[in-house]
């Protein structure tokens, strides 16, 4: 069984401050991690994953994330945040194999930027 | 290349009823999946396709849901009949083939049961 928690349903940060959205999550197995981002009336999109090797993840963006294994965590940062980064994030889980693709989401967090 | 389509975007029907979901995935992806998002929760797993097997249903809630996905195209997820429950909006993803392909999800389609 897996399951992700992200910590903050609603984050506020000003324009050029730094963006930072919390994941942590549980896995049997060793996990296959995700970030997708949805803006109004589009679907979800990859920002950047986690599958095996290098455990800091560039994506998309300007955003970055770092896989910690001893802190079960998975958090989305990026240095200088832009209005446009205006969205609703979600981290997801995946077992990997077969079950890749079998996405298992946190609540989600929605970012919003001030001028 | 068109990205995964989903029709309607919007659908408001009264609880008994029967309502239709289509989900049109990019061309040559071999990978379906639904997922669903209520009110105020977690986007979740409901079913995955390969092709027009399906691969994994332990999501689907109950047996009003039926998928199906004919000759390994579209995708229809019937809700029949339709619970105050079933409201949310219900996502389809695509990926073009098994193992690490990214998976491009279509808008939703946002049900709303009266």
């Known amino acids: 069984a897996q399951s992700v928690t992200q910590l903050g349903s609603h984050v506020s940060v000003s324009e050029g401050a730094l963006v930072l959205l919390r994941c942590n999550y549980s896995?049997?197995?060793?996990?296959?991690l995700f970030w997708y981002v949805q803006y109004p009336n589009q679907g979800l999109q990859l920002l950047l994953k986690?599958?095996?090797?290098?455990?800091l993840v560039k994506g998309i963006n300007g955003f970055e994330a770092e896989f910690k294994k001893s802190e079960t965590s998975f958090h989305l940062t990026k240095p200088s945040a832009h209005m446009s980064d205006a969205a609703e994030y979600f981290c997801a889980v995946s077992q990997g194999g077969t079950s890749y693709g079998k996405l298992t989401f946190g609540q989600g967090t929605i970012l919003t930027v001030h001028p | 290349e068109a990205g995964v389509t989903q029709f309607p975007s919007h659908s408001v029907i009264e609880k008994g009823q029967t309502v239709t979901l289509r989900c049109d995935p990019i061309s040559g992806h071999d990978n379906l999946y639904w997922y669903r998002r209520v009110m105020g929760k977690e986007i979740k797993f409901l079913l995955h396709f390969v092709k027009e097997s399906k691969q994994d249903e332990s999501g689907m809630p109950n047996n009003r849901f039926l998928a199906e996905r004919t000759g390994g195209t579209y995708s229809t997820l019937k809700v029949q009949p339709a619970e105050l429950e079933d409201s949310g909006v219900y996502f389809c993803?695509?990926?073009?083939?098994?193992?690490?392909?990214?998976?491009?999800f279509g808008p939703g389609t946002r049900l709303t049961v009266l």
């Open positions: 896995s049997s197995v060793p996990p296959y």
């Open positions: 986690y599958t095996t090797g290098a455990t």
């Open positions: 993803a695509s990926s073009e083939k098994a193992g690490i392909s990214e998976e491009y």
